[in-house]
Nanobody
């Protein structure tokens, strides 16, 4: 079992930045694939970014086109935490952001990971 807790959301002006954190507990996290997803009011949940384990201490990252170049995903396994740095925020980035984890990368790709956090609200004012 893995428990995930997001933090770092808030209200920010357009063009501003935030850093979201996803703290994991329950088991060693380093061999899990972790994704960030978001859901805006009235819209379906969408994929934002992922940091996937490719063996040993190697990871690779992936981003949705809508956030590429503005968001950066990273992880600190010593702290069992994954981060999502949000820069140059736009009003359309307003959403509840969720982190999620799974031992299968395909579960991240299909947005069906086993473990989800409760979400953190990001609101961007224009």
């Amino acid at each position: 079992q893995v428990q995930l807790v997001e933090s770092g959301g808030g209200l920010v002006q357009a063009g501003g930045s935030l850093r979201l954190s996803c703290a994991a507990s329950g088991r060693t996290f380093s061999d899990y694939h972790v994704g960030w997803f978001r859901q805006a009011p009235g819209k379906e949940r969408e994929y934002v970014a992922a940091i996937n384990w490719s063996g040993g201490s190697t990871y690779y990252t992936d981003y949705a086109d809508s956030v590429k170049g503005r968001f950066t995903i990273s992880r600190d396994n010593a702290k069992n935490t994954v981060y999502l740095q949000l820069r140059n925020l736009k009003s359309e980035d307003t959403a509840v952001y969720y982190c999620a984890a799974d031992s299968s990368v395909n579960s991240i790709r299909t947005m069906t990971p086993a473990y989800w956090g409760q979400g953190t609200q990001v609101t961007v004012s224009s």
